[in-house]
C-alpha cells in the first residue's frame, strides 16, 4: 500500500555488484549498524483520515477492509470509494484485504498519523514484505512470486534491517536521507528495468518495506496520533 534497485554499488555477500565506484562507501564498516539503534530509529506508521480515525477510536482498533465488511461497517458498495477503503481490488485479489498495513515513513493517505509501537511487530501473524509495495510485483507471475518470497514474519524484521541496512551505500538511505546517488539509481533502474533487468529497481523498492498486520491492529498499539488541521 506504499510504494519503491539492486543497484550498481550496492553490496552483495561482501563483493561490489558494479563498476559504480562512487555509490561505495569508502569505508563499508562505518555503514554498519546495530539492532540496538535500528530499535532506537524504526518508526512504524499507520495514515487515515479525520473520519476513519473517529470511526478506528469507536471500534477499538484498526480494522481491516475485510473486517469492516465482516462487522458491517462499510458496504460492498463501498470497496471502490477510497474516502471509505484504501485497500484496492488488486490487493482484494490477493487476499490482502485481511491485512491492516503499516510503513517505515508516512505514506500521504490522511491527515491523521499514528505511530504504531514496535511490538506490534511480535503480533500473531503479523509479517513484513522486505520486497516492498505489492502494486510493483502484479505485472506477471515471477514479479508476485518474488514479493511473496520475501516476506518474513514481523517479528524477524529488526534482525533482517540490520544485515539490509550493510548491504547499502549508506544506512541512512532507509531512514529518507535525501541523496542524489538514489535519483541516479532510480534512472538506472528504469532504464535496465526497460531491458529486462530488475535488480535495481528491486533494490530502489526495498527501501520501503511493507507491514501487514492480520484481520486488526488494536489501539493499545497506537503510542502517537498526529492530526494535521
Same mark, same amino acid.
Given at each position: 500500500?506504499?510504494?519503491?534497485?539492486?543497484?550498481?554499488?550496492?553490496?552483495?555477500?561482501?563483493? #561490489?555488484?558494479?563498476?559504480?565506484?562512487?555509490?561505495?562507501?569508502?569505508?563499508?564498516?562505518?555503514?554498519?549498524?546495530?539492532?540496538?539503534?535500528?530499535?532506537?530509529?524504526?518508526? $512504524?506508521?499507520?495514515?487515515?483520515?479525520?473520519?476513519?480515525?473517529? @470511526?478506528?477510536?469507536?471500534?477499538?482498533?484498526?480494522?481491516?477492509?475485510?473486517? %469492516?465488511?465482516?462487522?458491517?461497517? /462499510?458496504?460492498?458498495?463501498?470497496?471502490?470509494?477510497?474516502?471509505?477503503?484504501?485497500?484496492?481490488?488488486?490487493?482484494?485479489? @490477493?487476499?490482502?484485504?485481511?491485512?491492516?498495513?503499516?510503513?517505515?515513513?508516512?505514506?500521504?493517505?490522511?491527515?491523521?498519523?499514528?505511530?504504531? !509501537?514496535?511490538?506490534? %511487530?511480535?503480533? !500473531?501473524?503479523?509479517?513484513?514484505?522486505? @520486497?516492498?509495495?505489492?502494486?510493483?510485483?502484479? !505485472?506477471?507471475?515471477?514479479?508476485?512470486?518474488?514479493?511473496?518470497?520475501?516476506?518474513?514474519?514481523?517479528?524477524?524484521? +529488526?534482525?533482517? %534491517? @540490520?544485515?539490509?541496512?550493510?548491504? $547499502?551505500?549508506?544506512?541512512?538511505?532507509?531512514?529518507?536521507?535525501?541523496?542524489?546517488? /538514489?535519483?541516479?539509481? +532510480? !534512472?538506472?533502474?528504469?532504464?535496465? #528495468?526497460? #531491458?529486462?533487468?530488475?535488480?535495481?529497481?528491486?533494490?530502489?523498492?526495498?527501501?520501503?518495506?511493507?507491514?501487514?498486520?492480520?484481520?486488526?491492529?488494536?489501539?493499545?498499539?497506537?503510542?502517537?496520533? #498526529?492530526?494535521?488541521?
Amino acid at each position: 500500500m506504499v510504494s519503491n534497485f539492486e543497484s550498481g554499488g550496492f553490496l552483495k555477500e561482501g563483493k #561490489k555488484t558494479s563498476t559504480h565506484a562512487s555509490v561505495v562507501p569508502e569505508n563499508r564498516f562505518e555503514n554498519k549498524i546495530s539492532e540496538k539503534e535500528i530499535l532506537e530509529k524504526l518508526k $512504524l506508521y499507520h495514515q487515515t483520515s479525520k473520519e476513519k480515525w473517529k @470511526a478506528i477510536q469507536k471500534a477499538g482498533a484498526i480494522l481491516s477492509e475485510k473486517e %469492516l465488511l465482516k462487522q458491517g461497517l /462499510i458496504s460492498k458498495e463501498q470497496l471502490e470509494d477510497f474516502e471509505t477503503t484504501s485497500t484496492g481490488s488488486l490487493d482484494r485479489e @490477493a487476499g490482502r484485504d485481511e491485512y491492516v498495513f503499516a510503513s517505515t515513513r508516512p505514506a500521504n493517505y490522511g491527515e491523521v498519523t499514528l505511530e504504531i !509501537d514496535l511490538e506490534a %511487530l511480535n503480533l !500473531d501473524g503479523a509479517k513484513v514484505a522486505t @520486497a516492498g509495495d505489492w502494486l510493483n510485483f502484479v !505485472d506477471n507471475e515471477n514479479d508476485k512470486k518474488y514479493f511473496h518470497d520475501s516476506e518474513i514474519p514481523a517479528s524477524e524484521f +529488526i534482525k533482517y %534491517l @540490520a544485515r539490509f541496512l550493510k548491504t $547499502l551505500p549508506d544506512s541512512e538511505w532507509f531512514w529518507d536521507k535525501s541523496d542524489p546517488r /538514489i535519483k541516479e539509481l +532510480i !534512472d538506472q533502474g528504469m532504464m535496465e #528495468k526497460i #531491458k529486462g533487468n530488475q535488480e535495481k529497481i528491486r533494490q530502489f523498492y526495498k527501501l520501503y518495506p511493507e507491514i501487514m498486520f492480520p484481520k486488526e491492529l488494536p489501539l493499545k498499539y497506537v503510542k502517537n496520533v #498526529k492530526i494535521e488541521e
